[in-house]
């Protein structure tokens, strides 16, 4: 079974606004990432946060783990056109990463 | 630049027929893994080697072989194709000598279609 499960499934935005996309997961993990995958091409890894992290900024990113809660979120702020894609997390353990189904994001010019 | 190649990037095939699908990486990393991806899911992991003598099953192996020819070389064969196995296929990678090993790095993907 998916280790993760997001939401939104989809999601849709105006450019220039912020975009929120949540994550569980049911195991323990030692890390969580999220991955970025534009239609039907391979997944382009984004931001890493470690278990005994609580929040992680990247650029426009910012990734919030609560493992009490066994939950992610991912932010991105002041969207473009261009960050419209499918974005998943995936919890990691043991060098293994479990992916979630995913939030398809558009946003619109 | 460094990069995941998998061959063929498109394969239409009959049930029944044994396929081959190919990975190679110029990275230098030694851990290798292969997903599949169903529309409108996440990826699931079907083998993984965390070196050339290291093979494991994922989440979900049956049906499926795979081969550590070489530390570049990943390949995943299919010995009876089914219907159920069209899905689009990726490898992926990862270096366990960094402090992110699981940060995985992802080739552009095999779409399978089993007829």
């Known amino acids: 079974s998916q280790q993760g499960e997001e939401d939104p499934q989809a999601l849709s935005i105006q450019e220039g606004e912020n975009a929120t996309m949540n994550c569980s997961y049911k195991?323990?993990?030692?890390?969580l990432q999220w991955y970025r995958q534009n239609s039907g091409r391979g997944l382009v890894h984004l931001i890493l946060?470690?278990?005994?992290?609580r929040e992680k900024h990247s650029g426009r990113l910012r990734v919030t783990l609560d493992t009490s809660k066994k939950s992610s979120s991912l932010l991105i702020t002041a969207s473009r056109a261009a960050d419209t894609a499918s974005y998943f997390c995936?919890?990691?353990?043991?060098?293994?990463?479990?992916f979630g189904d995913g939030t398809t994001l558009t946003v619109k010019p | 630049d460094a990069d995941v190649t998998q061959t063929p990037r498109n394969r239409i095939t009959k049930t029944g027929k044994r396929i081959m699908l190919e990975c190679s990486q110029t990275k230098g990393h030694d851990r290798m893994y292969w997903y599949r991806q169903d529309p409108g899911l996440g990826l699931r992991l079907i083998y993984y080697?965390?070196?050339?003598?290291?093979?494991n099953k994922g989440e979900i192996s049956d049906g499926y072989s795979v081969s550590r020819q070489a530390q570049a070389k990943f390949s995943l064969s299919l010995e009876s194709a089914i219907p159920n196995q069209t899905a689009l296929y990726f490898c992926?990678?990862?270096?366990?000598?960094?402090?992110?090993?699981?940060?995985?790095?992802f080739g552009s993907g095999t779409q399978l279609s089993v007829l």
């Open positions: 195991t323990s993990i030692n890390n």
């Open positions: 080697s965390f070196d050339v003598k290291d093979i």
């Open positions: 946060i470690r278990s005994n992290e």
């Open positions: 992926a990678t990862s270096d366990a000598r960094t402090g992110s090993h699981e940060k995985l790095f």
């Open positions: 995936a919890g990691s353990n043991a060098g293994k990463s479990t």
